[in-house]
Every structure is written in structure tokens, then in C-alpha cells.
């Protein structure tokens, strides 16, 4: 089945500077590739996803950038804010809705905004 | 649109005893999926049901169970309880496996075994 990691487990970063984090997957069937953020006792909240025929897709503050070549994507959050501090979860499916092993997904980043 | 809702939100059980989540999922939703959330582990991924069938599961034992009803809803059940079975269960919705929306999951019933 699809394995994906996560890095850092742990970022800290000072409020108005970018935050990158970067995930790699391991199946190349996979197509799908969300960013989840989730605020202490609260819901994932899905922020930005890409699929496989698209290399980038930015919304406003925040990007994502895929290289199915290399098997990794990563998420960029640019001129950070207080309200960006939560743990954010990188996944990978074959399509949207899930696939044979649902949403696969990485350990977390707990991102840290420095005031 | 109203967004998936789980209850209860809060669960306290002891081992051997067995528990029922229920899940609504948004509105024209026939996709339900159910994840496991520990500190230790992660999410992980349990099941997926799709129009009253249970599609995929991922790897748990068998005391982890469950059903979709004709209106979607869904319900898991987790049989002969253990402490390691304390987690967050999120249980996600989308319109379909293979168009074009993405799961959006609900707030979580958290469940404490002691």
C-alpha cells in the first residue's frame, strides 16, 4: 500500500516568514495529494489540494508543488500568521475520494508561529 | 450545506465493552470513510463505504465493523474494547470515489477506554 512521510515533525518559524513543509509518497499510482490543517480539538480542515497533472497551485498565501518524477510534494505557506499555527497533515490517494487504502496520510507538522 | 456531523462527540467505555459511532455525512453525499487518529499513529484509515457497500478497509482487526444506510449514514462499531482503541474517529464524506470532490470530515467522537 502507499506509505507517505512527512518533514518536520516540528517547524518554528517567525510571524511574516514562509514555512515549507515536505511530504514523499511511495506508490507513483497515486493522483491526489491534499493538505489538511487541524487546529487543536478541532476537525481537519482540507486548505489546498493537487492532482497529478498539475505540477503547482497556489491560493493566496498558500502553494503546493508536486514532482510525481521524484515522488514528493510539498506544501509553502508564505508571510505567516499568528492564525497558520496548527498541525498540518499531507495525504495521498489514487483519486479524491479515496481509493482502495482511503486517504493515506503522512505524520504531521506541528507549525509554530512566532510572534 | 451542512457539514458531517458524528455523534456522540464524546465517548467513555472499559475494556470488553463495545461501542457504536454514528456519522451523517453533507447532503448528497454517498461516500463515507472512517479514520483513526492517535498521538502515536496518526490517521489512519478504517473503512470506506459507497451506496450501502463497504468498498475498501484498511488494516485493522475484525472487531472493528460497519454499516451505511440507504440515506448515507453511516455508523461503525468497535467490538470487545481494548485501551489501545482510545482515539480521535473522524469519519470524512464525499460525493463520490471518483469525481472531482475531496473528503471533508467531521468534527470526531472522541473515545476514552479505561
Known amino acids: 500500500g502507499e506509505n507517505v512521510e512527512q518533514h518536520p515533525s516540528t517547524l518554528s518559524v517567525q510571524e511574516g516568514d514562509s514555512a515549507v513543509i515536505k511530504c514523499t509518497y511511495s506508490d507513483s499510482a497515486s493522483n491526489y495529494f491534499p493538505w489538511y490543517k487541524q487546529e487543536l480539538g478541532k476537525r481537519p480542515q482540507l486548505i489546498i489540494d493537487i492532482r497529478s497533472n498539475v505540477g503547482e497551485k497556489k491560493d493566496q498565501r498558500i502553494a503546493v508543488t508536486l514532482n510525481k518524477t521524484a515522488k514528493h510534494f510539498s506544501l509553502h505557506i508564505t508571510e505567516t500568521q499568528p492564525e497558520d499555527s496548527a498541525v498540518y497533515f499531507c495525504?495521498?490517494?489514487?483519486?479524491?475520494?479515496?481509493?482502495?487504502?482511503?486517504?493515506?496520510f503522512g505524520k504531521g507538522t506541528h507549525l509554530i508561529i512566532q510572534p | 450545506k451542512a457539514g458531517v456531523t458524528q455523534t456522540p462527540r464524546y465517548l467513555i467505555k472499559t475494556r470488553g465493552q463495545q461501542v457504536t459511532l454514528s456519522c451523517s455525512p453533507i447532503s448528497g453525499h454517498r461516500s463515507v470513510s472512517w479514520y483513526q487518529q492517535t498521538p502515536g499513529q496518526g490517521l489512519q484509515f478504517l473503512f470506506e463505504y459507497f451506496s450501502e457497500t463497504q468498498r475498501n478497509k484498511g488494516n485493522f482487526p475484525g472487531r472493528f465493523s460497519g454499516r451505511q444506510f440507504s440515506n448515507s449514514r453511516s455508523e461503525m462499531n468497535v467490538s470487545t474494547l481494548e485501551l489501545g482503541d482510545s482515539a480521535l474517529y473522524l469519519c470524512a464524506s464525499s460525493h463520490s470515489r471518483v469525481e472531482q470532490d475531496t473528503q471533508y470530515f467531521g468534527p470526531g467522537t472522541r473515545l476514552t477506554v479505561l
Open positions: 495525504a495521498a490517494s489514487l483519486w479524491p475520494g479515496g481509493g482502495a487504502d482511503g486517504l493515506t
